[in-house]
């Protein structure tokens, strides 16, 4: 079990450029979520979804997109990047047949935007 | 009100000690509540889950106060390893609704 992955680790972006993260679980996890974490914040909800084909916002959606095609992984797109998305960024999952939702996280991805 | 408060910290304690951390929350609908610690620059981990009043593994022992709205974690015979950022997570029944606050950083010295 590799648990929860993201692709890729570091990436430097310039402003304006797009690109997609992706997440993937292998535990058959209902639930998944994208977080980002700046210095000295908690993580804050960008999207998430709740089974294939369903998405929706979080706290801070704004400048991104999310695809859930494959219960397995959840893509984040940045489709013009700016310097205010440099930023740590988390998958998480979880199951839903339990009301706690305790969520597994991927070891993130880096992301700098000059 | 925040809905999650933590104090920062750093707590500096040495190894051995005993160590507690406190955490109010602001709504009253939470049922259940994570504790995870979270290393420098690495993912959140679950370290303990507690559902009614507390719970205990190993060192570690928390303890929720519905009343005051506040859940505590508390580490015995503290070790290096314990040097981390523990992150109180009330969960109030939604899957947006998990709110993860800034945490309070450890350190543990010899």
């Known amino acids: 079990n590799a648990g929860v992955t993201q692709t890729p680790k570091f990436r430097v972006l310039k402003t304006g450029q797009s690109m997609t993260l992706l997440c993937a679980q292998d535990m058959n996890h209902e639930y998944m979520y994208w977080y980002r974490q700046d210095p000295g914040m908690g993580l804050r909800l960008i999207h998430y979804s709740v089974g294939e084909g369903t998405t929706a916002k979080g706290e801070v959606p704004d400048g991104y997109n999310v695809s859930r095609l494959k219960k397995q992984n959840f893509l984040l797109g940045l489709e013009s990047a700016a310097p205010s998305q440099t930023s740590v960024y988390f998958c998480?999952?979880?199951?839903?047949?339990?009301?706690?939702?305790?969520?597994?996280f991927g070891p993130g991805t880096r992301l700098t935007v000059l | 009100r925040k809905e999650v408060e933590q104090d920062p910290g750093p707590f500096n304690v040495p190894e051995g000690a005993t160590v507690a951390f406190n955490c109010t929350y602001s709504?009253?609908?939470?049922?259940?509540f994570f504790w995870y610690r979270q290393d420098c620059r690495k993912e959140p981990k679950l370290l303990m889950s507690v559902y009614s009043s507390g719970n205990e593994d190993g060192r570690f022992t928390a303890q929720l106060n519905r009343a005051s709205q506040y859940i505590s974690l508390l580490i015995r015979d503290s070790k290096l390893s314990d040097s981390a950022t523990y992150l109180c997570v009330p969960q109030p029944g939604r899957a947006d609704k998990l709110i993860f606050g800034t945490g309070t950083r450890l350190q543990v010295f010899p």
């Open positions: 709504n009253s609908a939470s049922q259940s």
């Open positions: 998480a999952s979880s199951y839903s047949q339990t009301s706690t939702y305790e969520q597994f």
